[in-house]
């Protein structure tokens, strides 16, 4: 949908339009609404923005605290142990 040719602007227009109506639905801003290609990458994007969010509130010497269990999603547990290694 980002594309500049002819025929990527009617797919940036639909997009476009989709981000206005899912940003009324939920109240919000249509430049808060992100669409993701795959769940994976849902699940990447809220873990990391959801802890680097609460990194604003914590002293900077402390890490925020992620609690999972053994059922999660690969995903979800990828994405943990990527980011434990990184030491995020």
Do not use: W
């Not at 981000?19 to 994976?40: D, K, M, P």
């Not at 402390?62 to 290694?85: F, G, N, Q, R, Y």
């Amino acid at each position: 949908p980002s594309s500049a040719h002819c025929f990527g602007a009617p797919s940036r227009a639909a997009v476009g339009r989709a981000r206005e109506q899912v940003a009324r639905l939920l109240g919000c801003e249509a430049s808060e609404i992100v669409f993701c290609g795959c769940g994976s990458e849902a699940d990447n994007m809220a873990l990391r923005s959801a802890i680097a969010l609460s990194r604003q509130s914590l002293p900077v010497t402390s890490k925020p605290h992620v609690i999972s269990s053994a059922i999660e999603h690969v995903a979800i547990s990828v994405c943990l142990d990527a980011m434990a290694a990184a030491g995020e």
